[in-house]
């Protein structure tokens, strides 16, 4: 499959055999051949896997588990215009594209957070500097 990767095509058109070894010849994009080939490794090192359209309106339920917090701390974070919502009815939903920024948001500020820990730390003598990455 890698070789179809490398030819930045926006299709890509492959041969799959069925059980009776008669060829079916399909075209898919590249994105979801791209996506057939990372479910493996995914699920090799024992995650889950989940196709979730980027539209798509998630329970604060649902979301909370993707962000491995508790559904009362969601619903804190959407009533504090955190993270973006809606209600239908009386039931908050959350695009699943604003909860995907938000999660990028929180990670890259977690990484500035721990490199500026380690900064000072090697400022203070506390870390040697052969070890660091």
Not at 46 to 52: D, E, T
Request: glycine share 4%.
């Amino acid at each position: 499959m890698a070789a179809f990767l490398a030819t930045k095509l926006e299709t890509q058109k492959i041969s799959i055999q069925d059980a009776n070894n008669v060829a079916h010849h399909i075209e898919l994009p590249t994105s979801a051949l791209m996506l057939l080939m990372n479910i493996p490794g995914e699920l090799a090192e024992g995650n889950a896997v989940q196709v979730v359209p980027i539209h798509a309106e998630l329970t604060t339920q649902k979301a909370a588990n993707i962000l491995n917090v508790s559904r009362p701390h969601m619903v804190k974070l959407s009533e504090s215009g955190t993270l973006p919502f809606h209600k239908t009815s009386r039931h908050r939903r959350v695009l699943f594209s604003d909860l995907m920024q938000y999660k990028e948001k929180r990670a890259k500020e977690s990484n500035k957070a721990l490199q500026e820990l380690a900064d000072q730390s090697q400022e203070l003598g506390f870390i040697n500097e052969t070890f660091q990455a």
